[in-house]
């Protein structure tokens, strides 16, 4: 017997006999999941860094913009909150030698 997909995922139809197999692949999920995020976090540092290196250079003034997180805005289509964040997260990054040396452009 077929049960039918559950409300939470709506591809995951769970046969009698195999939920062995689906538990195993749900947990090989869960652990991608995990990998994945450790990566994104990676690139949000590394993202960090070069947006620190760039406005340190002022090299929103080869495009005419006024500031990097004006130059974010447009140029990488960020929201404008999520622009400011990462400047002034950048900001502080340089202020602490030692966290930055482990992200790099």
């Given at each position: 017997?077929?049960?039918?997909?559950?409300?939470?995922?709506?591809?995951?139809?769970?046969?009698?006999?195999?939920?062995?197999?689906?538990?195993?692949?749900?947990?090989?999920?869960?652990?991608?999941?995990?990998?994945?995020?450790?990566?994104?976090?990676?690139?949000q540092a590394?993202?960090?860094?070069?947006?620190?290196?760039?406005?340190?250079?002022?090299?929103?003034?080869?495009?005419?913009?006024?500031?990097?997180?004006?130059?974010?805005?447009?140029?990488?289509?960020?929201?404008?909150?999520?622009?400011?964040q990462l400047?002034?997260?950048?900001?502080?990054?340089?202020?602490?030698?030692?966290?930055?040396?482990?992200?790099?452009?």
């Open positions: 017997q077929v049960f039918p997909p559950t409300a939470h995922n709506p591809r995951l139809s769970v046969h009698r006999g195999n939920v062995m197999s689906v538990t195993r692949e749900v947990r090989q999920l869960g652990e991608r999941m995990r990998e994945l995020t450790q990566h994104i976090a990676q690139l590394e993202l960090a860094h070069c947006v620190g290196e760039f406005d340190t250079a002022q090299g929103y003034e080869l495009d005419a913009y006024r500031s990097t997180q004006t130059w974010l805005r447009y140029e990488l289509r960020m929201h404008p909150r999520d622009a400011s400047v002034g997260m950048a900001r502080q990054l340089r202020q602490l030698p030692a966290v930055a040396g482990h992200a790099r452009c």
